[in-house]
C-alpha cells in the first residue's frame, strides 16, 4: 500500500502563499482535502496518475493548482491569494492505481490517508 507524508504547512498572512508537498510513490490518482475544527472533511483537488487531468473545489478554483512530478514520487498543491477560511488541516490521499474513472471527490473514495498538515492563514 502506498505511504504518503505532507509537508509544506505553516503559518501565512491573509494573501499570502504555501506549496504543500505529498510523498507518494506510484501511479495513483491522488486528492488533496482539508478539514477545519468543527467541519466535515472538504474535496480541494484532485489529479490523474497521469497529471493531466485536475478537479477542484468550487472555494479554491482559480487560486490553487494541483500538480504531480514526472517521475511519479510526489504531487503539490500551490495555494495563492489564501484567505483566512483556507485555514485547517491539509490531507492528501490515494486513489485506485491507473484509475480512469472521473476523479473522485468523495473522503470515502480515498485510501490511504496521510497524516495532515497545519496551514493557518491570518486575517
Known amino acids: 500500500q502506498v505511504q504518503l507524508k505532507e509537508s509544506g504547512g505553516g503559518w501565512v498572512q491573509a494573501g499570502g502563499s504555501l506549496r504543500l508537498s505529498c510523498e507518494a510513490s506510484?501511479?495513483?490518482?491522488m486528492g488533496w482535502f482539508r478539514q477545519a475544527p468543527g467541519k466535515d472533511r472538504e474535496f480541494v483537488a484532485a489529479?490523474?496518475?497521469?497529471?493531466?487531468?485536475?478537479a477542484y473545489g468550487d472555494s479554491v478554483k482559480g487560486r490553487f493548482i494541483i500538480s504531480k512530478d514526472h517521475d511519479e514520487s510526489a504531487m503539490y498543491l500551490q495555494m495563492i491569494s489564501l484567505k483566512p477560511d483556507d485555514t485547517a488541516v491539509y490531507y492528501c490521499a490515494a486513489d485506485d492505481p491507473y484509475s480512469v474513472r472521473p476523479l473522485a471527490r468523495k473522503p470515502d473514495e480515498y485510501a490511504p490517508w496521510g497524516q495532515g498538515t497545519q496551514v493557518t492563514v491570518s486575517s
Open positions: 506510484g501511479r495513483y490518482n
Open positions: 489529479v490523474r496518475w497521469t497529471g493531466r487531468d485536475t
